[in-house]
């Protein structure tokens, strides 16, 4: 059964930083892109940053210079620096058997496995 457990949400201020970790299961990893998106109350969930097989990665335009993705074995890592009040949101890590282009990795369509999701909050 596939499991994608996140951790590491909570409250900060306006410039500090939060690291999300993402912890798979009961699929081969390795050979599958990871992701995560954000999503706030009646809005799209949107990519955030996103790492494939190969180690490419990519990143929304508004988070690139402050935002890292990392995979280390089955836990995959978002260190979030300079962190913003736009930045809060419910945080998803997913999992999909990736996508033919580097930009592609941010749409969701290319996802299959969710997690639950994890609360960000950034208070000015």
Known sequence: Q????????????????????????????SRYSMAWFRQTPGKEREG??????????????????RFTISQDNAKNTLQMNSLEPEDTAMYYCAAGSGAPFSWLLLLRSYYTYWGQGTQVTVSS
């Open 2 to 29: 596939v499991q994608l457990v996140e951790s590491g949400g909570g409250s900060v201020q306006s410039g500090g930083s939060l690291r999300l970790s993402c912890a798979a299961s009961g699929f081969t990893y």
């Open 48 to 65: 955030v940053a996103a790492i494939d097989s190969d180690g490419r990665t990519a990143y929304a335009d508004s988070v690139k210079g």
